[in-house]
């Protein structure tokens, strides 16, 4: 399961000349231990929203050595793969986890609100 934290600046009522700071929310799964049969951790994105379009960031690695170590992900061929989604619309997203010899994480970070993911490890 995943864990999510968040980091903004709070607004408090009635403050004049405050700005709303975005909020960006990163999911994780933590560290997993990487079963001998996993080859793959996909990912899949969903847009709840009925209006925006919003963008996630996915980012898979490698803690086998204790450091994290980025993971190419699959279609976008980037370490750092942005993927916008259109409102009511779903996507994926891959790393190929099998030359990770014990640990890998995933993340992903949002601004926005409306979205749905399911990680299949």
Known sequence: MASATTSAGKMTK???GCRRVPVRTVFTT???RRNPGTNFALVDLVNLGKTIAREMKVEVFDWSSGLPVPLTLTPC???ACLVSLAPG???FVFADVSNAQFKYEVRISRRTVNFSLNLCV
């Open 14 to 16: 009635g403050c004049e």
């Open 89 to 91: 619309m779903s996507n």
């Open 30 to 32: 933590g560290i997993l």
């Open 77 to 79: 061929n980037q370490a």
